[in-house]
């Protein structure tokens, strides 16, 4: 069984900090991305950040370059988003995704919303 869990979410102020966990487990795929989505209120889901398990690569929304990074841990399986000088447009849930890749593509495909399996989500907001 494929298992997705985040944690790390919580309340934060205007320019404050939080690290983001997804504990993965139960997929065996060759190459997949992994990464984080998310979704406010009234909002369509977004791709924020992923990486690449085949080479590595990792992707950001434009909004989050620079403020973002995105890591992982193979020998824990899981995956982290480092967030820093969080904005109030930055509040939303946060879930874990992964995708299956069948080969090479873009950055607009790679964070697109999309995954073969989700998390439940971390809620995130930034107050001001």
């Known amino acids: 069984e494929v298992q997705l869990v985040e944690s790390g979410g919580g309340l934060v102020q205007v320019g404050g900090s939080l690290r983001l966990s997804c504990a993965a487990s139960?997929?065996?795929?060759?190459?997949?991305?992994i990464g984080w989505f998310r979704q406010s209120p009234g909002k369509v889901r977004e791709g924020v950040s992923v990486?690449?398990?085949?080479?590595?690569?990792?992707y950001y929304a434009d909004s989050v370059k620079g403020r973002f990074t995105i890591s992982s841990d193979n020998a824990k399986n899981t995956v982290y988003l480092q967030m820093n000088d969080l904005k109030p447009e930055d509040t939303a849930m946060y879930y874990c995704?992964?995708?299956?890749?069948?080969?090479?593509?873009?950055?607009?495909?790679?964070?697109?919303?999309?995954?073969?399996?989700w998390g439940k989500g971390t809620l995130i907001t930034v107050s001001s």
């Open positions: 990486i690449r398990k085949g080479d590595g690569s990792t």
């Open positions: 139960g997929f065996t795929f060759g190459d997949y991305i």
């Open positions: 995704g992964v995708r299956r890749l069948s080969g090479n593509f873009g950055s607009k495909y790679y964070l697109s919303p999309r995954a073969d399996y």
